[in-house]
């Protein structure tokens, strides 16, 4: 019988909260912290036997496991993502088959969707939740610019070009892979000393192939201030006046 850890990553700074609220994953939204969406949503889909919940420092560690799924493992996270989950992918137990990666910025996962996942990373050994691009978007050709304008916010200039987007997906999380894969993904990462923003970056590494899960409901990155608003008006809640 095959078992299925998930890391629940909860370690990132939230420097674009602009101060709003001190951490973004213990932000309250629709009555309870952020986490505890993520949380409850796992162990309502009962898709993990095992968790690995990464954190920032002691004092969120400590509330963190007011909510946290159980049986868990609580890992302090690195500096970037990345190196988050490698530290995360060393407590996993020998027994584990397969493993979930869950940014917990992103709170509204449902249970369905978790089992969805669990069934085809059965199948194809690397899945990730995604959906489809329906913006039309430019890629900027390269050109060295001032530092002052490669500011947020500062205009973007130089010859452009319109990508396919049909063929264009926009990653969210939980990515779910086969241990063994992940595993190996990450060892070639931190052997050639690469940079990657997610996980499926790390397996493209590897030239082997990745299911894209289209996932039909909203799940949204808790980036910024205005994106609580929003999460709450999806929750079917009043939003909060602006900060």
């Known amino acids: 019988m095959s078992r299925t850890a998930a890391i629940l990553l909860a370690a990132g700074q939230g420097r674009r909260m602009q101060g ?3 951490d973004k994953i213990l932000a309250p939204l629709a009555g309870r912290p952020v986490f505890a969406h993520s949380a409850a949503a796992f162990i309502a889909s009962g898709v993990a036997d095992f968790y690995v919940v990464v954190y ?50 992103r709170p509204l996962i449902q249970p369905g969707q ?20 329906t913006d039309t978007i430019k890629q900027l050709s390269a050109r060295a610019r001032p530092k002052a304008r490669a500011r947020a916010g500062a205009p973007g200039q ?14 969210e999380t939980p990515q779910v892979f086969a241990r063994d894969l992940i595993i190996r993904a990450y060892a070639r990462v931190q052997r050639f000393g690469l940079r990657i923003t997610d996980d499926v970056q790390a397996v493209e590494g590897l030239g082997l192939p990745v299911t894209f899960l289209e996932n ?26 602006s900060p």
């Open 158 to 171: 130089g010859r452009a070009a319109t990508l396919d987007r049909t063929r264009l997906w926009a990653m």
């Open 20 to 22: 709003v609220v001190a």
């Open 114 to 133: 978790l089992a969805a996942l669990l069934k085809a990373v059965r199948r194809d050994r690397a899945v990730a939740l995604a959906h489809r691009v």
């Open 216 to 241: 039909p409901h909203p799940n949204p990155k808790l980036t910024t201030p205005a994106d609580l608003a929003y999460m709450e008006f999806l929750l079917g809640c009043p939003a909060r006046p």
């Open 56 to 105: 920032r420092d002691a004092r969120q560690s400590l509330e963190l496991s007011c909510y946290a799924p159980t049986p868990a493992l609580f890992i302090k996270g690195g500096r970037e993502r990345q190196d988050s989950v490698a530290n995360a992918l060393t407590g996993l137990p020998d027994t584990i088959d397969y493993v979930f990666i869950h940014d917990c910025a």
